[in-house]
């Protein structure tokens, strides 16, 4: 059974950082990748950051440069490191779970980047 609990948004001034945390307390069998997704209000929820099994990542074009995903396998949390936030990456953000059975969403934790 796969769950996922995200943390660490919060309200943060442009130019800021913000690290979220993605915490599965299920089981790793069969994963195939964990991302972070966000959906700002009015707008569809697009990929954010993928980390594969062995390591391989991809990110938006939006956030290259600016975000790091990762992974700690030992604790099963996976991590997405934002500086030089902006406005425009105020979302709601989501850790999602792909496995050979399906595909897990957390609940989302809210990031404002704002003045």
């Known amino acids: 059974q796969v769950q996922l609990v995200e943390s660490g948004g919060g309200l943060v001034q442009p130019g800021g950082s913000l690290r979220l945390s993605c915490a599965n307390s299920g089981s790793t069998a069969g994963l195939n990748s964990i991302a972070w997704y966000r959906q700002a209000p009015g707008k569809q929820r697009e990929m954010v950051a993928r980390v594969g099994i062995y390591g391989t990542t991809n990110y938006a074009d939006s956030v290259k440069g600016r975000f790091t995903i990762s992974r700690d396998a030992a604790t099963n949390t996976v991590y997405l490191q934002m500086s030089s936030l902006k406005p425009a990456d105020t979302a709601v953000y989501y850790c999602?779970?792909?496995?050979?059975?399906?595909?897990?969403w957390g609940q989302g934790t809210q990031v404002t980047v704002s003045s």
């Open positions: 999602n779970l792909a496995n050979v059975r399906g595909s897990y």
